[in-house]
């Protein structure tokens, strides 16, 4: 009797707390549970627009042996080690050199490169478009100034995918740099002046000091980065259309493409669900590895 009693005092003190999670928590189920749990059992039927039929892991197997995937996996790779580390190098020094400057540098940087993260992917992408254009592009004149032959940039698999990186890592640059700036402004300046008076170079204290201190912040761009590049879709759409000859096709386009031109949707769902171990397991890859040393 004494131990209900203190069940039941436990559960009232703590049952306010779960009233607050409850809209939370229904949301997450109904959004994000529910979903996945459907999405992993409709991977494992062929489903047509009239029809479905179970077919155990039929639709992995099949995606093993389909060579479209495996080029759309392997460009998804290269978009993710292409962009990751640019965004990460770039996105830090910019940091570096405005942190310490006036409010209006920094608020000025702060909305120039995140002025792509809000704008719209479609006008954005038909700018690219433009730039790219092998015979009216800018690109290709600024090329041509130097004595540099112009290019097809979309339209040869040789640097289509390297075109795409480019755009891709001008979209990803805006909220990397605002916390990056906000992160080491947050940095002491006590600490940079013990380091000035032991005479450390101003690459040694960028190196043993903010670097150090900034790790939580980079540990979350790497991660957030990753997943976004894996998510790539609405560039390859508007500039590539996955080409030529699937070199530019990552596993988010393949996966529109399969559901909604040739209505396998269980196939693709099955891709979707690859796509979603794979991201998880390398964002638990990177907290594991990166998180070990990260200084507070």
Avoid: C
């Avoid at 990056?180 to 005479?199: C, W």
């Amino acid at each position: 009797m004494q131990t209900t009693n203190k069940l039941f005092i436990k559960i009232k003190k703590t049952m306010p707390g779960y009233l607050f999670l409850l809209p939370a928590l229904i949301f997450f189920g109904v959004f994000v549970v529910y979903p996945m749990i459907n999405a992993l059992i409709l991977s494992l039927y062929k489903v047509r627009l009239q029809s479905r039929s179970f077919i155990g892991f039929g639709n992995y197997t099949a995606l093993l042996k389909d060579e479209n995937f495996l080029k759309s996996l392997y460009n998804t790779v290269l978009l993710v080690l292409g962009n990751v580390p640019l965004v990460l190098i770039f996105s830090f020094f910019i940091s570096i050199i405005v942190y310490n400057k006036s409010e209006f540098i920094r608020s000025f940087t702060r909305a120039a490169f995140y002025l792509p993260a809000v704008s719209s992917v479609v006008s954005i992408g038909m700018v690219w478009k433009w730039i790219f254009n092998p015979i009216h592009g800018i690109l290709n004149y600024v090329l041509g100034a130097f004595g540099i032959e112009g290019v097809n940039w979309l339209g040869d698999k040789r640097y289509a995918l390297p075109a795409l990186i480019i755009v891709l890592f001008t979209l990803s640059l805006g909220q990397p740099i605002i916390l990056y700036i906000a992160s080491i402004g947050n940095i002491p300046a006590t600490y940079a002046e013990a380091a000035e008076i032991d005479g450390a170079s101003r690459w040694a204290q960028i190196w043993k000091i903010i670097w150090p201190l900034v790790k939580p912040t980079t540990l979350y761009i790497i991660v957030i980065t990753t997943i976004n590049s894996f998510q790539t879709f609405a560039i390859v759409q508007l500039l590539t259309g996955g080409g030529p000859f699937y070199s530019t096709s990552t596993i988010v386009f393949q996966l529109y493409k399969t559901a909604f031109e040739f209505g396998e949707f269980g196939l693709a769902t099955a891709m979707g669900v690859i796509l979603a171990v794979i991201v998880v397991i390398i964002s638990v890859v990177q907290y594991r590895y990166l998180s070990s040393d990260i200084e507070y």
